[in-house]
């Protein structure tokens, strides 16, 4: 048979539930904001009944108990929300690059290098109109330097554009080592709160939300232990597991899209990293297609103007520079040593305009206008100008197609985050309603309390009269 | 759907932000005109605007090499056409000598009228053209093609020919070979000369008064064929500065915008941004809290 004061036990249990469930709502509250934060709901339960015999069998209910606190988390909208950051993660790092890349090439427009190769070819046209007029040589000259710089300078410019791909990869591989030290160590923590039957509701969110971060880095596995700790593998490679940290190795290459160490060689199938790697190679492809202008424009205009005489007779001269350098022995090749001949470069009147030395012999300069408009067949048979317009084209394509990505990504991310924060984000009207009825709850026990305590000392007066 | 506040709020954020950023789009080509301000906006579109350009360009190089072709085709038909007034001089001296009335002094004086005929010939085949080229020198256009040795003209240029590009596959020669039309003139006023001071009046009627006439023709021809020339270069340069302009609107076609079409979809991308900042304003400040007293 219960004691007198069994119901005082159950109104002050039922006070310090409810004033549970009001500090979870607060909790909840102040965490709003809070990135990665689920929300959590304090669970309670009825304590077990007591029996006893009062003429027959009467059950009596024993108050009430918060059970657990819980989050409340979908762990496959968790795990879908990871491979969507990856894919955008790659999609965000490779328009990036390309955007960068796509300014440099001023174009469409009139300053680019589509526009100097035209205006180069147009002033062996009007030189070839007035082959002995020595500003018609002048234009030439100041023509192809402009040409040469423009190739060049835009060869440049991709080289500092891969350079700073490169830093961002460098940025990338010590994030990525940061988030797997941040994980190891919540784990670490998870695993001993664990140990003692509690349940780290708030270090699992945060582990979880580094988690989401790295995942944007790398293409990532997950593996979620027994003991409340979740290892992390990109592919083959071992970033998180329960010996804790691993050092994440920081020699790669874009090329063939790996991190290697000591150990072995890893492949980086998506992510930020993997978006750096693709954006890199595709700089270096831009870069192939000029040194292939830049070659091809050297070799075609020198074998013509080298059958040319000059004005002081002179023969077998190259147009654009192709001295080896000495020293170290180089071949003049590619866009980045791509410049006039010396001789050009110092004097424009060492332009061959003609074969015969004649004044008026404009032949050479004539079959070097045509040369706009000939097919070459180390340009994939197009002309000098197709050949560059095709590589706009290119990186146009190239960066509309990682935007257009980067666009589909990062709505499905957003996709994915709504259904994340319908089932855990924090709804302040939710907390509020909730806390007028865990109050009121409160109020009530606190009432009940009071009449016990007034029917208690209702009969204690009564014998003492 | 269970909509927590941060959703509710992010929804917002992101709501007003590409409201805002479709309405600076929509500015941004209403004020630059441009639909096409970098390859991605349209790849296909930059690639034939590339192409369109480079032609453009290339087409006023042509117009500029079609207006030196003029010049030295101007310079070449007024020397020819004044060779010509001389010849037709030398004719009616040919004629008015060839009169039996006429005595040996009067004849003699007519044949200084003929050398002097002769320098000014020299002259013309020794001019220069609108930047000082020798016009009818071949391609030795920096050194005077003709001399006087004697009694004959000497013709030290060459057979060669200037061409000038009018066109992507076409080129035109701008000069006249002097040569023939110079050396047979300057023959036959010398001959007409040498007779006059001989007194061979027959020979004059016999045969100076007829070559002088054919010496004319073919001065008269070469004038037409430049002529003809001078025609074919109008047509081309009518033809360019009608492709230029037909290049011109093939590039505003692809590059710029249409104007009423962005100004319309400017109006549309403000509209939705009020839309988007009404939204927020008025679901911001709705919450259970207004309706709860603490």
């Given amino acids: 048979m219960p004691g007198s004061f069994q119901a005082i036990n159950t109104a002050s249990q039922a006070l310090r539930a409810f004033q549970r469930e009001l500090d979870v709502t607060g909790h909840n509250i102040a965490n709003v904001d809070t990135p990665g934060y689920s929300r959590q709901v304090a669970t309670l339960q009825s304590f077990n009944p007591t029996t006893f015999q009062d003429g027959h069998a009467i059950t009596l209910g024993g108050g009430v108990a918060v059970s657990a606190v819980n989050r409340v988390r979908d762990m496959f909208l968790q795990a879908r929300r990871q491979s969507a950051s990856a894919d955008l993660g790659q999609s965000t790092a490779m328009q990036d690059g390309l955007s960068r890349v796509e300014a440099t090439l001023q174009e469409p427009g009139g300053s680019g290098i589509a526009d100097s190769i035209t205006k180069f070819f147009n002033s062996w046209s009007s030189l070839s109109a007035s082959p002995n007029d020595p500003t018609s040589k002048s234009q030439v000259q100041a023509a192809g330097q402009t040409l040469a710089d423009k190739v060049r300078g835009e060869y440049l410019a991709l080289d500092d554009q891969k350079a700073q791909q490169s830093s961002l990869v460098t940025n990338a591989i010590q994030g990525i080592q940061s988030q797997v030290n941040t994980i190891a160590k919540l784990n670490d923590q998870i695993r001993q709160e664990k140990a003692i039957g509690a349940e780290p509701n708030d270090l699992m969110d945060q582990r979880d939300q580094a988690v989401q971060t790295l995942s944007g880095m790398a293409d990532i596995q997950t593996q979620a232990a027994p003991d409340g700790s979740v290892n992390i593998y990109m592919n083959q490679l071992t970033l998180v597991d329960s010996g804790g940290a691993r050092t994440v190795p ?216 | 759907m269970r909509i927590s506040t941060n959703y509710q709020f992010n929804s917002y954020t992101q709501g007003i932000d590409g409201a805002a950023q479709r309405v600076f789009e929509a500015q941004m080509r209403v004020q630059s005109g441009k639909r096409i301000t970098k390859p991605s906006d349209d790849p296909v579109g930059t690639t034939s605007s590339l192409a369109m350009r480079a032609a453009q360009t290339s087409i006023q190089q042509y117009s500029k090499n079609l207006t030196t072709a003029k010049g030295t085709l101007g310079y070449s038909e007024t020397s020819l056409s004044d060779a010509n007034d001389l010849l037709t001089q030398g004719y009616q001296i040919a004629v008015q000598g060839a009169n039996s009335s006429n005595s040996q002094e009067a004849r003699s004086a007519l044949a200084q009228e003929v050398t002097s005929l002769q320098n000014r010939l020299v002259d013309m085949a020794n001019a220069q053209g609108p930047k000082g080229d020798y016009l009818f020198a071949g391609q030795k256009t920096d050194a005077k093609p003709f001399t006087v040795t004697g009694n004959t003209l000497t013709y030290n240029g060459d057979g060669n020919n200037v061409v000038v590009e009018t066109g992507a596959n076409s080129s035109m020669v701008t000069n006249t070979q002097g040569s023939p039309t110079f050396s047979d003139a300057y023959d036959r006023l010398e001959s007409l000369k040498q007779n006059l001071l001989n007194g061979s009046i027959g020979s004059i009627s016999a045969n100076d008064i007829g070559n002088l006439q054919k010496s004319r023709d073919l001065m008269t021809q070469e004038r037409g064929v430049i002529g003809t020339k001078m025609q074919a270069l109008q047509d081309l340069d009518t033809q360019n500065t009608r492709r230029i302009d037909d290049l011109t609107s093939g590039i505003s076609d692809i590059e710029d915008v249409d104007m009423s079409q962005a100004i319309t979809d400017y109006n549309l991308a403000n509209t939705a941004y009020q839309a988007a900042l009404t939204v927020a304003s008025q679901g911001t400040k709705l919450s259970l809290m207004n309706f709860i007293s603490g």
């Fill in chain 1, 250 to 465: 920081n020699t790669w290459d874009a090329t063939t899209g790996t991190l290697s160490d000591a150990n072995g060689t890893y492949e980086v199938r998506s992510g930020q990293l993997k978006g750096l790697f693709d954006s890199i190679n595709k700089i270096k492809s831009y870069q192939t297609n000029l040194d292939n202008l830049a070659n091809n424009l050297r070799t075609q205009v020198n074998a013509i103007h080298q059958t040319g005489v000059n004005s002081a007779g002179g023969t077998g001269l190259s147009f654009f520079n192709d001295v080896p350098v000495t020293n170290p022995v180089t071949p003049q090749t590619g866009a980045i040593n791509f410049d006039l001949d010396p001789g050009v470069k110092a004097n424009a009147q060492t332009i061959a305009a003609g074969q015969s030395g004649n004044a008026s012999d404009g032949s050479i300069a004539l079959a070097l206008s045509k040369l706009r408009d000939t097919n070459i067949g180390n340009l994939n048979q197009r002309s000098f100008n197709e050949y560059f317009s095709d590589l706009v084209g290119q990186v146009g394509t190239d960066v509309s197609t990682a935007k257009a990505s980067m666009d589909t990504q990062t709505s499905v991310a957003q996709q994915i985050d709504s259904q994340i924060q319908s089932v855990s984000g924090v709804s302040l009207d939710d907390e509020m309603s909730n806390m007028l009825r865990f109050q009121r709850s409160y109020q009530a026990a606190a009432k009940a309390l009071s009449i016990f305590d007034q029917t208690t000392s209702d009969l204690i007066n009564m014998l003492n009269r």
